[in-house]
């Protein structure tokens, strides 16, 4: 969602659409994760990165984490991202992340409810033949997620 003005909106998981601005404002659960993985980075020889599986009461998604964030965060954490960005890394993989612009925090634990399904990261997204510059879900690739096994 577009940020207006100076004011952020926050918006809920099931609103999520591809794009490649960092204006996501949202809060989530983290439900699982993953080993990290060492990434070349140009910069500074390894960026290590971690996927998480997220979730709010409208859909969950997966959520990139880099360096610091992959001890940072664990299942059970509430987290607040404000400035994140919704598109695809590496390709073919579309996560949420706070990139580089973008912030997430903890704000709680373990008292939020959430749904795991449908799972944002499981869409297949196109250009809207109406305006080209917006996404539109086009298929479900899978209603759960492919990376992390159900929680039920």
Not at 27 to 53: P, W, Y
Request: glycine letters at 8%; one cysteine or more; hydrophobic letters at 40%.
């Amino acid at each position: 969602m577009a940020l207006k003005g100076a004011e952020a909106t926050t918006v809920q998981l099931e609103d999520l659409v591809p794009a490649a601005t960092n204006t996501v404002n949202t809060t989530f659960i983290v439900l699982d994760k993953a080993a990290r993985q060492a990434h070349g980075h140009a910069h500074n020889g390894r960026e290590e990165t971690c996927m998480s599986l997220v979730a709010d009461e409208t859909a969950a998604v997966h959520f990139m984490l880099w360096g610091a964030e992959c001890e940072a965060f664990q299942p059970g954490d509430i987290v607040r991202l404000t400035g994140g960005i919704f598109s695809y890394h590496r390709g073919n993989s579309l996560v949420l992340r706070a990139g580089k612009r973008g912030r997430a925090e903890k704000v709680g634990e373990f008292t939020m409810l959430f749904v795991e399904t449908p799972n944002m990261s499981e869409m297949r997204w196109g250009r809207d033949p109406g305006d080209p510059r917006k996404m539109v879900q086009e298929a479900v690739v899978s209603p759960y997620s492919q990376v992390f096994k159900p929680l039920h």
